[in-house]
Nanobody, 117 residues
Framework: QVQLVESGGGLVQAGGSLRLSCAAT????????MGWYRQAPGKQRELVAQ???????NYADSVTGRFTVSRDNAKNTVYLQMNSLKPEDTAVYYC???????????WGQGTQVTVSS
């Protein structure tokens, strides 16, 4: 029912920028959280940034000051603006949606971000 479609990944040089987008479709209602996780080879999947339906945000320490998460509730879309990218940001980035009332989490397909030195 609920689907998340990501776009915007790619290859960028260190110091550059990318913007990821994730559009959600389906039965999205009530309080929810949208955000981004990432997973690098051999590492645990980690939370990068998230934003609630009330626009409260949280960021991983490693991206604070460089990344900005935002959302457009009318479009059910979440964005991740990534600036000053570093090689250690290289990972597969996954969009996620948590609908709190039913405690259900949904995931996008993942998009590769590669930062070259």
């Amino acid at each position: 029912q609920v689907q998340l479609v990501e776009s915007g990944g790619g290859l960028v040089q260190a110091g550059g920028s990318l913007r990821l987008s994730c559009a959600a479709t389906g039965s999205i209602f009530g309080a929810n959280v949208m955000g981004w996780y990432r997973q690098a080879p051999g590492k645990q999947r980690e939370l990068v940034a998230q934003i609630t339906s009330g626009y409260s945000t949280n960021y991983a320490d490693s991206v604070t000051g460089r990344f900005t998460v935002s959302r457009d509730n009318a479009k059910n879309t979440v964005y991740l603006q990534m600036n000053s990218l570093k090689p250690e940001d290289t990972a597969v980035y996954y969009c996620t949606l948590l609908i709190k009332s039913i405690n259900s989490r949904y995931w996008g397909q993942g998009t590769q971000v590669t930062v070259s030195s």
